[in-house]
């Protein structure tokens, strides 16, 4: 493992003229009274590899939301390419959420659907008519080690190789922003690891990957950029930092 | 061009797809609506029946006689013959002359003796009228009633009583039928969006996605408005034939009877193209509501 993360140790490209990401005092507090995020100011940059870590409930869940505006922040603004999101209309959300390439933990495959069918739907209904989209299919695919399992079903598949699925059709419309939330919450350290790893060469290419994650082992390997969230408020934001405070048991 | 084409397909693709897979819950959806197209269509054309029989038996109760007074000058009986075919609400009006009344009145024998030994003709002319409304009848009526050239002892003749009932009649049956089927079109559309929205359901998981990646409202929602618009075609296919075959049936029968009931083609084509192109909007708005709720947020 460790080898591995010496290969990736090279500085990954900075052109930070623009933040690609960016929350201006954002807070979110829900109907029911539950503030989510409080007071949250960030940017993240293109080409930069953020951990979100914090326990479950802190605000993790509602962050990636925010992002793709499937929530609209109580207070705040939020930037994405300069593009403000936070008071977008509902007509242009189709066009911002195709910035993004996003995997969860539980996958969100078709069942009836072969892998190849399952990544060439998000082609499908974004972009109808593309040409050579049996290509494209065939060379994400590629990129995340399947490309011998084509016609399989997501059932005949481990869960690493169904997340792998989902994150080719993440990647196949070729997003500006990498997210995954909680990608290896289901599966096991050494596939883990597998997924962390295709994640790090996905920002290598150049794709802003921002991953919310439990999982401080992979955290505490990979020593990227940590943002710590807690009750809703950024408790930490280190270039290279682990996944709790350095010499204590707190985040 | 290309990507119209290719969301056409998509969307037709996919809306096949989820008839078939759903095929329970689709035909169940198929069958109800048309029942209900059935009973629309079945009351719009009982009612056009009804209205068509009843408007025959208007027809012969429009008609009013306005008895003249024999001292009635020419002059005066053609002053008013012409007012009254200047009468808007009058269809035509003929003249009676008392010769041609006891001509008429004499195809009775009876009529005919008793007029040969009277030796005078007592029968009065008249001026016959055709009213185009029942319900101008009585206005009318009272009208002639008071011009002084009419006889006074018997002014008009025409048979109010049943008139005023054909009318109550005709009125209340139009009222129901456009009630019932305002009644039946809204629980179609309930039962549709109903439909659609266990269809939407079992798909919540492909919608999710489609709008993860970036599909547009519009590209999620025309698989299901066409799947509803295939359901409510079949509907109405099925329940204009079953309607068709009833009304040419209820016609064969009514054939000879007292009431014999026209068979109207052209009336019948009308209304199946009206079923047609309402199933098939009824199960695209079903649709659209179906799943308007899995498209917010």
């Given at each position: 493992?460790?080898?591995?993360?010496?290969?990736?140790?090279?500085?990954?490209?900075?052109?930070?003229?623009?933040p690609v990401i960016s929350f201006?005092?954002?807070?979110?507090?829900?109907?029911?009274?539950?503030?989510?995020?409080?007071?949250?100011?960030l940017a993240i940059h293109?080409?930069?590899?953020?951990?979100?870590?914090?326990?479950?409930?802190?605000?993790?869940?509602?962050?990636?939301?925010?992002l793709?505006?499937?929530?609209?922040?109580?207070?705040?603004?939020i930037f994405i390419d300069?593009?403000?999101?936070?008071?977008?209309?509902?007509?242009?959300?189709?066009?911002?959420?195709?910035?993004?390439?996003?995997?969860?933990?539980?996958?969100?495959?078709?069942?009836?659907?072969?892998?190849?069918?399952?990544?060439?739907?998000?082609?499908?209904?974004?972009?109808?008519?593309?040409?050579?989209?049996?290509?494209?299919?065939?060379?994400?695919?590629?990129?995340?080690?399947?490309?011998?399992?084509?016609?399989?079903?997501?059932?005949?598949?481990?869960?690493?190789?169904?997340?792998?699925?989902?994150?080719?059709?993440?990647?196949?419309?070729?997003?500006?922003i990498?997210?995954?939330?909680?990608?290896?919450?289901?599966?096991?350290?050494?596939?883990?690891?597998?997924?962390?790893?295709?994640?790090?060469?996905?920002?290598?290419?150049?794709?802003t990957?921002l991953?919310?994650?439990?999982?401080?082992?992979?955290?505490?390997?990979?020593?990227?950029?940590?943002?710590?969230?807690?009750?809703?408020?950024?408790?930490?934001?280190?270039?290279?930092?682990?996944?709790?405070?350095?010499?204590?048991?707190?985040? | 061009?290309?990507?119209?084409?290719?969301?056409?397909?998509?969307?037709?693709?996919?809306?096949?797809?989820?008839?078939?897979?759903?095929?329970?819950?689709?035909?169940?959806?198929?069958?109800?609506?048309?029942?209900?197209?059935?009973?629309?269509?079945?009351?719009?054309?009982?009612?056009?029946?009804?209205?068509?029989?009843?408007?025959?038996?208007?027809?012969?109760?429009?008609?009013?006689?306005?008895?003249?007074?024999?001292?009635?000058?020419?002059?005066?009986?053609?002053?008013?013959?012409?007012?009254?075919?200047?009468?808007?609400?009058?269809?035509?009006?003929?003249?009676?002359?008392?010769?041609?009344?006891?001509?008429?009145?004499?195809?009775?024998?009876?009529?005919?003796?008793?007029?040969?030994?009277?030796?005078?003709?007592?029968?009065?002319?008249?001026?016959?009228?055709?009213?185009?409304?029942?319900?101008?009848?009585?206005?009318?009526?009272?009208?002639?009633?008071?011009?002084?050239?009419?006889?006074?002892?018997?002014?008009?003749?025409?048979?109010?009583?049943?008139?005023?009932?054909?009318?109550?009649?005709?009125?209340?049956?139009?009222?129901?039928?456009?009630?019932?089927?305002?009644?039946?079109?809204?629980?179609?559309?309930?039962?549709?969006?109903?439909?659609?929205?266990?269809?939407?359901?079992?798909?919540?998981?492909?919608?999710?996605?489609?709008?993860?990646?970036?599909?547009?409202?519009?590209?999620?929602?025309?698989?299901?408005?066409?799947?509803?618009?295939?359901?409510?075609?079949?509907?109405?296919?099925?329940?204009?034939?079953?309607?068709?075959?009833?009304?040419?049936?209820?016609?064969?029968?009514?054939?000879?009877?007292?009431?014999?009931?026209?068979?109207?083609?052209?009336?019948?084509?009308?209304?199946?193209?009206?079923?047609?192109?309402?199933?098939?909007?009824?199960?695209?708005?079903?649709?659209?509501?179906?799943?308007?709720?899995?498209?917010?947020?």
């Amino acid at each position: 493992m460790s080898v591995a993360v010496a290969e990736r140790s090279a500085a990954p490209p900075q052109h930070a003229l623009r933040p690609v990401i960016s929350f201006h005092g954002v807070s979110k507090v829900y109907p029911n009274g539950t503030e989510a995020l409080r007071d949250v100011d960030l940017a993240i940059h293109q080409g930069d590899f953020c951990f979100l870590v914090g326990p479950s409930g802190a605000g993790k869940s509602t962050f990636v939301r925010l992002l793709i505006r499937d929530e609209a922040p109580s207070t705040g603004r939020i930037f994405i390419d300069g593009q403000e999101v936070s008071r977008m209309s509902h007509r242009k959300l189709p066009k911002l959420r195709r910035k993004f390439g996003i995997v969860f933990q539980d996958y969100k495959l078709l069942q009836r659907r072969t892998v190849a069918q399952n990544v060439a739907f998000a082609l499908q209904v974004t972009r109808p008519g593309q040409r050579h989209m049996r290509e494209k299919v065939e060379e994400v695919l590629w990129i995340v080690g399947l490309e011998d399992k084509l016609d399989k079903f997501p059932d005949e598949l481990s869960g690493g190789e169904q997340q792998r699925v989902a994150i080719a059709r993440a990647l196949v419309h070729r997003p500006r922003i990498f997210l995954a939330d909680e990608p290896t919450g289901n599966l096991d350290p050494d596939t883990s690891w597998g997924i962390v790893q295709l994640l790090l060469q996905i920002n290598h290419r150049g794709t802003t990957v921002l991953m919310a994650t439990h999982n401080r082992e992979v955290v505490d390997l990979v020593r990227r950029r940590v943002i710590a969230i807690d009750n809703g408020r950024v408790v930490r934001d280190e270039a290279e930092g682990q996944y709790l405070r350095e010499g204590t048991a707190t985040l | 061009m290309r990507q119209i084409l290719a969301s056409l397909w998509f969307a037709l693709h996919s809306a096949g797809q989820n008839f078939r897979r759903n095929l329970g819950v689709s035909l169940a959806g198929v069958f109800t609506m048309a029942l209900i197209i059935f009973l629309v269509g079945g009351s719009l054309l009982f009612t056009h029946s009804v209205d068509t029989v009843l408007q025959g038996q208007e027809q012969n109760a429009s008609h009013l006689k306005i008895y003249l007074s024999d001292n009635a000058s020419l002059a005066a009986i053609t002053n008013f013959e012409s007012r009254l075919k200047h009468d808007p609400r009058v269809i035509s009006v003929t003249f009676e002359t008392k010769d041609q009344a006891a001509k008429q009145a004499s195809q009775n024998p009876s009529i005919a003796s008793a007029l040969d030994v009277l030796g005078s003709n007592p029968l009065p002319a008249s001026l016959n009228l055709d009213v185009k409304k029942l319900t101008d009848l009585s206005q009318i009526n009272n009208e002639a009633k008071m011009t002084p050239i009419v006889d006074m002892t018997t002014p008009t003749d025409y048979n109010s009583d049943v008139i005023s009932k054909l009318n109550t009649v005709i009125t209340v049956i139009q009222w129901v039928g456009a009630i019932i089927a305002i009644i039946l079109l809204t629980i179609s559309i309930v039962i549709i969006m109903n439909t659609i929205r266990t269809a939407v359901y079992s798909r919540r998981t492909e919608i999710e996605i489609m709008k993860l990646v970036g599909a547009t409202d519009w590209f999620v929602r025309w698989p299901f408005i066409l799947e509803g618009m295939l359901g409510g075609l079949l509907a109405a296919i099925f329940s204009g034939a079953v309607v068709f075959g009833a009304y040419r049936l209820f016609v064969q029968a009514a054939q000879g009877n007292l009431l014999s009931v026209p068979f109207d083609a052209r009336y019948t084509i009308t209304l199946l193209i009206v079923l047609l192109v309402g199933g098939v909007a009824v199960g695209a708005f079903g649709s659209f509501l179906g799943v308007r709720r899995f498209l917010q947020a």
